[in-house]
């Protein structure tokens, strides 16, 4: 038996009988500029997301984690701010967000923003001021910037590569060279530097004292870097240990910072909770979820599995165990703004996805390079596999994390053109990886209509055909579609909801997954293709494919009544 403790009697919400709200919340995360548009100018924003919010309500979730949303060039899809504690005009105004901020929390849904402290964007007045000011200069600190090599300084400080492709340093009109650990709209912020810690302090008070919940960190391992001459070269670099003491990456003392965030968030009743976007070695995680840290921190495990019955039991145990160490919950996710949608990623040919480890964003790039639009994908098995996968993971300890668009059972967008690609990864990486936009595109709400229903305008990524048979309306008052099948599994979730604990039950079957929770609730996964036979007599309370009495079909969950 896994177990589990649910009690962090250090944060509990100002009831001291129950677990705080984020344990074992539903987060549904949106990506603004493509989940509704309020004025039609084909860009999705706040009062959009406002008109969707009875949706939200009726979907079950617990908490909306909105991605960036403040003023950005977006050269990376709004991961590149240039005012921390603003909205972006194209997408409202603070008042906008404020009514956004209220309306949810009257539905009891709670509010979780985007916080990226790694890098602003170019047009940060901070980074305006660094060029203007010229080397030497206080504002140039705030930054990464450092003199080039070879005899006239043309040359980059390092070998060193953006992870988004190219050099990861950019020359600047003095000479100079600053560091972009991303696109080169994206400096490095130097985080050794006391002004940049106290910024940020003041924008996580900025957006609690406006009512929000929480917040999610964008690469929270990558902050403080050690930069201390003559810097290693890439291949040096590569070949250290990250164990804490790396220059570039999870190194401990980023925990210097947000213990400093901790403080802040503990000012707050109930306290501000954080989730960590940390890509770090899976025994390092429980650092970044620990209590005096960030207090919770992904885990991207299913992210990168198969649709495959021993891969998901390690991963469950694994990340259970390791949230145990930590005292946090863990944190389930199949699809968020960075990778390919599960539902495609779980209908490809098998050959396609053998790479096991590999990013899955990889698996989706080789199939949409690999000879033209969609040939190998098989929708029905991806959105069954999806369906199943949802279930599975909706019934697990921990809180679980949905990106927009899988309760619609969408596949990713393959087909679109390259001239209206917008994603960094594809322009710095040219015909090797097509990027994100695919998982990005507005969200089809209507069948019919401008843009399926996401605004009155049209939508800045191309809306494929095939979207419209996926709209909310279509599946709305559909017994049979997977947006009832997450409404229901929602629903009942908070009703069978119970201690963070999980005991799996032997199947006598590789391919067949049965785990129960502490009041009797089962969740059994069929990950083969033969019927599984099930105990005669147990109530079937949900289903995410049709089953037959006492039988559960390939690729499908069910979960049973406490017995
Ligand atoms: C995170 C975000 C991703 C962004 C990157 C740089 O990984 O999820 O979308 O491109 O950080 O901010």
């Not at 670099?237 to 910072?257: F, Q, S, T």
Request: with cysteine.
């Amino acid at each position: 038996m896994t177990t589990v403790t649910g009690t962090d009697s250090a944060r509990h919400d100002s009831d001291e009988l129950l677990p705080p709200w984020w344990r074992q919340a539903t987060v549904y995360q949106i990506y603004p500029r493509s989940f509704a548009d309020g004025d039609g100018d084909g860009i999705g924003d706040i009062p959009g997301a406002l008109s969707r919010v009875p949706y939200l309500a009726e979907l079950g979730i617990d908490a909306v984690w909105l991605s960036p949303f403040y003023p950005s060039e977006l050269a990376d899809g709004g991961y590149d701010v240039a005012d921390y504690r603003d909205v972006d005009p194209r997408l409202g105004t603070l008042d906008d967000f404020d009514a956004l901020v209220a309306a949810l929390h009257e539905r009891g849904i709670r509010v979780v923003v985007d916080i990226v402290p790694n890098h602003t964007s170019d047009q940060h007045a901070w980074f305006q001021e660094a060029l203007a000011a010229g080397r030497g200069s206080a504002a140039r600190e705030r930054y990464i910037f450092r003199d080039g090599t070879g005899p006239d300084g043309s040359e980059p400080p390092t070998d060193w590569d953006s992870i988004f492709g190219g050099s990861a340093w950019e020359r600047v009109a003095d000479g100079q060279w600053y560091l972009h650990n991303f696109a080169v709209e994206q400096p490095d912020l130097n985080w050794s530097n006391p002004e940049v810690r106290a910024d940020f302090v003041r924008t996580l008070r900025f957006w609690s004292d406006r009512g929000v919940d929480g917040f999610r960190i964008d690469v929270a391992h990558m902050l403080t870097k050690d930069m201390t001459e003559p810097l290693l070269s890439k291949a040096e670099l590569e070949a250290l240990p990250k164990d804490g003491n790396h220059p570039m990456i999870d190194r401990d003392d980023v925990h210097e910072v947000y213990a400093e965030w901790r403080q802040v968030f503990d000012e707050y009743d109930p306290p501000r909770t954080a989730v960590a976007e940390a890509w770090v070695d899976r025994s390092r995680i429980p650092l970044y979820a620990r209590a005096e840290s960030l207090g919770q921190a992904f885990n991207f495990d299913l992210l990168q599995a198969d649709f495959d019955a021993r891969q998901f039991h390690t991963i469950v145990d694994d990340n259970l165990a390791l949230a145990a160490s930590s005292g946090s919950s863990t944190t389930w996710v199949l699809s968020n703004h960075d990778v390919v949608r599960h539902a495609t990623r779980y209908g490809l040919p098998d050959a396609e996805r053998t790479e096991t480890g590999a990013p899955t964003r990889k698996h989706g790039n080789e199939w949409l390079l690999s000879g033209g639009r969609e040939p190998q994908l098989d929708r029905e098995k991806g959105l069954r596999r999806a369906r199943a996968a949802a279930l599975f993971l909706l019934g697990l300890p921990g809180s679980a994390y949905l990106y927009q668009g899988e309760e619609l059972g969408l596949h990713e967008v393959a087909d679109i053109p390259d001239a209206q690609r917008q994603d960094p990864t594809f322009f710095r990486s040219p015909g090797e990886d097509v990027g994100r936009d695919g998982c990005r595109v507005p969200l089809p709400w209507t069948a019919d209509g401008a843009s399926l229903g996401f605004g009155t305008g049209g939508a800045h990524l191309p809306q494929p055909e095939w979207f419209a048979a996926s709209a909310a309306d279509v599946q709305d008052d559909d017994p049979d579609s997977t947006l009832t099948m997450y409404r229901r599994a929602l629903a009942l979730r908070h009703e069978l909801q119970t201690d963070e604990q999980l005991e799996w039950v032997d199947t006598g079957e590789a391919d067949v997954l049965r785990f129960r929770r502490p009041n009797g609730w089962e969740v059994v996964t069929n990950f083969g293709t033969q019927p599984h036979a099930l105990t005669p007599g147990r109530e079937v309370l949900l289903a995410s494919g049709p089953v037959d009495t006492d039988l559960v079909p390939g690729e499908t969950t069910v979960w049973l009544a406490p017995a």
